[in-house]
């Protein structure tokens, strides 16, 4: 039997009335009964001109089975916060229509979720690819969500987190944050709190600086990657439109000087390989010519190459060489506890099983590399870059990493520097995105 009623799944946006679609609103005035959850409820209240049924949290199923049946005669909006479809009612409204093989005249109206709301006030925090994931384990087990996450923070998009916290499991915030930790290091996070409603609150932290309790289950979080750009709050992630219309530094100047540098160089390192890009870009970072010769090239740098491609990890000694990436890195001074050895060697000798099969760039500091020496044999990375600096171990360290058996790019002598590091690997991160 068609039903006369017609039941409409209603996302209402993320508080703001102004937010609310003109098909929601529609909708909503035209209503017989309006049904959902308190909360939902008070946004709306004085819009709704027919029956309003409220309920509690935890009484979802209810909810559904009540809107189904009362919508075989009436018009009834069933409400939901953001988008019905993202964390909201919508799929169980679908699971339960499909599995009672109940017809019914049903729609879902859209509505502005969450993170498109965050989004905006941050300014592009996320503007391409990103991943989603909720910390509510009410559903799902939370060795899933873990499991999500720790993938998700692997892939270097920009991570959305719903659900971050509640009274009941803010246990999950603080084991999350541990993750991010170790597979990002201490990266900056954006806190965005009841986004267009009252007590709306912005701010961007590192991670190692944001207290749990900061953080309610009105919140959402943005953790940054390795692309992401910070200005006050402003929290941008961009999409590369800089590089294809050339917007920003690139301008005509910049490229006319950058041609002819490239040019001056090509005569001076004219060959083709993957060997004399780098020598080019080592040269090119530097000023300094004698890096043509400087560089020691152990084995194939195409097998640094092709390790990024299969998705290793890039760990770096120090964070001006982690700044300089085109690509997601984790910085071993970042992972130091209190030691008798330099930060960044205690941050290499901590982060071992890491280093195994991943490209470890040694920019700065003689002692990360004789630490890296010190547990390569029994986890061997895939490649090493390393050009530590200076008049106390740093040739001695790098003559020692030449000696392992690991194919590797060094420099001669006592020149180097986190500047050459990441030009380097830049090098080689733009050849395995490239083909
Ligand atoms: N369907 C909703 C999400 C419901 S899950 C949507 O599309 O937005 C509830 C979670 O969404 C909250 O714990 C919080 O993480 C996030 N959230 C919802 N509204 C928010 C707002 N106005 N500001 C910040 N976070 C919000």
């Known amino acids: 039997m068609p039903s006369q009623g017609k039941l409409y799944v209603v996302g209402i946006g993320p ?98 979720s969450a993170l498109n709301a965050a989004n905006s006030l941050l300014g592009c925090a996320v503007s391409g690819d990103h991943a989603v994931i909720s910390l509510s384990d009410s559903l799902i087990s939370w060795e899933k969500i873990e499991h999500r ?52 609150e912005v701010f961007v932290r590192n991670l190692s600086e ?3 309790e900061e953080v309610d289950m009105s919140t959402v979080l943005v953790i940054s990657s ?5 200005t006050d709050r402003r929290m941008l992630t961009p999409r590369g439109y800089s590089l294809k219309y050339e917007v920003g530094a690139k301008t005509k100047m910049a490229r006319e000087i950058a041609e002819q540098s490239a040019g001056i160089l090509r005569n001076i390192i004219p060959g083709n390989t993957l060997k ?23 084995g194939d740098p195409q097998e640094g190459v092709e390790a990024i491609r299969r998705g290793a990890r890039i760990v770096v000694d120090v964070e001006m060489v982690r700044a300089g990436l085109r690509a997601e890195a984790i910085a071993a001074v970042n992972f130091a506890e209190e030691t008798e050895r330099t930060r960044t060697a205690d941050g290499i000798l901590r982060l071992k099983e890491k280093i195994e099969g991943s490209v470890v760039g040694i920019g700065n500091a003689p002692s990360a590399a004789k630490a890296l020496c010190e547990i390569a044999k029994e986890h061997r990375p895939a490649f ?46 733009e050849h395995a995105r490239s083909n």
């Open 15 to 112: 508080g703001n009335r102004d937010l609310l679609t003109l098909k929601a609103y529609e909708v909503i005035r035209n209503a017989d009964v309006v049904i959902g959850h308190r909360r939902y409820i008070d946004l709306i209240r004085d819009l709704v001109r027919g029956e309003i049924v409220e309920s509690t949290m935890r009484k979802e199923l209810e909810r559904v089975k009540l809107a189904v049946e009362l919508s075989r005669d009436r018009n009834v909006c069933l409400v939901s916060g953001g988008d019905p479809c993202i964390y909201g009612i919508a799929s169980l409204v679908e699971e339960y229509l499909s599995t009672t093989e109940i017809s019914l005249d049903y729609e879902i109206i859209p509505g502005v």
């Open 149 to 200: 996450l720790r993938l998700a923070l692997r892939s270097d998009v920009p991570v959305v987190v719903y659900n971050p916290s509640s009274r009941r499991r803010s246990e999950n915030l603080k084991k999350a944050l541990e993750i991010v930790l170790s597979e990002r290091g201490d990266v900056k996070v954006a806190v965005v709190k009841n986004a267009y409603r009252d007590g709306q």
């Open 210 to 212: 944001l207290n749990p």
């Open 226 to 230: 390795s692309e992401t750009v910070f």
């Open 276 to 298: 004399d890009e780098i020598a080019r870009r080592a040269v090119m970072a530097t000023g300094d010519l004698s890096y043509r010769d400087l560089l020691v090239f152990k």
């Open 384 to 429: 090493i870059v390393a050009t530590p600096v200076g008049f106390v171990g740093a040739e001695e360290a790098k003559e020692m990493v030449r000696r392992l058996d690991v194919p590797s790019i060094t420099t001669m002598g006592t020149k180097g520097g986190s500047g050459v590091c990441a030009a380097i690997l830049n090098c080689l991160i």
